[in-house]
């Protein structure tokens, strides 16, 4: 029995076919070709605007891919300068702010001498101030919530605006470092004050001491100093240094006379047990 054979197309029908899908295969390419190589071929100032363009639409993950490739393409020259200080800032909004601290200090290093450089100084202080409060207190905020972490980054960012304010007073930006400055300052206070209470309500009465006195060295113009007063007095009560005790509490008298401890001698009071048992109640 035979086998019935498919008829064969004509050989000019398969030629055209093939010249069809090669055609059709060829545009593909170029279409998605042309999106891919897009960065790799735009002239400098051309992909600098594309950059910028994303930067200013909140497309920080575009933004960054975009100045990267431009300063890998343009080693040199203005755009590759600002390109860079823009890519910073881009990481920084992007949450990646070990990036972005590599980044400008990359910067700072390499262009001491750019017009530009105090913006990177208060960059670079931004980008710890924002690193001081933690993941949860980005949902639940407590006005003291961030003075009960490491102070690692306020002590960075603190420094960092300071370096701005030292090196460029007349900056743009040195007015707002300066109030950045003096909210770290009241923070890294009230966290050893915090840490003083605790040690005072352990009977860690050294501890609290040298705490207490710490803030009053070097925080001296922040709120907590009245607390650091009181704490300091309290610890040279319990260490029986009465002639000490009664200096620091008459200073405390002379400048916070209306200060809780001078009318009620066990403050700071413990929280009570109900306290202690809510999560974030912010009790010590």
Not at 31 to 58: C, M, Q, W
Not at 71 to 79: C, D, E, H, T, V
Request: net charge positive; proline share 6%; glycine share 4%.
């Amino acid at each position: 029995m035979r086998v019935p054979k498919l008829p064969m197309p004509k050989l000019p029908a398969l030629r055209a076919f093939a010249l069809f899908a090669l055609i059709v295969s060829m545009s593909a390419c170029s279409i998605f070709g042309s999106k891919r190589n897009t960065l790799d071929t735009l002239p400098v100032d051309a992909l600098y605007n594309k950059a910028h363009a994303s930067l200013e639409y909140g497309d920080y993950s575009a933004a960054t891919k975009q100045y990267q490739r431009l300063i890998a393409r343009f080693p040199s020259g203005k755009y590759n300068q600002q390109a860079q200080l823009d890519l910073a800032y881009s990481q920084f909004k992007d949450n990646q702010p070990d990036d972005a601290y590599s980044t400008v200090n990359r910067f700072i290093k390499t262009y001491p001498a750019n017009q530009h450089v105090d913006y990177a100084y208060y960059l670079r202080g931004l980008i710890n101030f924002d690193r001081t409060s933690g993941m949860i207190e980005r949902f639940i905020y407590r006005e003291s919530s961030d003075t009960r972490r490491d102070q690692s980054y306020s002590l960075q960012a603190f420094d960092d605006f300071s370096e701005l304010s030292r090196r460029f007073p007349d900056s743009a930006y040195t007015a707002d470092a300066r109030q950045r400055m003096i909210y770290l300052r009241n923070n890294l206070a009230q966290y050893e004050i915090n840490v003083a209470e605790f040690y005072l309500r352990n009977k860690i009465y050294i501890g609290a001491a040298d705490r207490a006195q710490y803030v009053i060295e070097h925080y001296q113009q922040a709120p907590q100093t009245g607390d650091a007063l009181a704490i300091l007095t309290r610890s040279y009560l319990a260490l029986d240094h009465k002639g000490l005790a009664a200096q620091t509490r008459k200073v405390l008298a002379l400048n916070y006379p209306d200060h809780p401890y001078l009318t009620d001698p066990k403050w700071p009071r413990s929280p009570s047990l109900l306290r202690k048992l809510i999560p974030f109640s912010g009790h010590h």
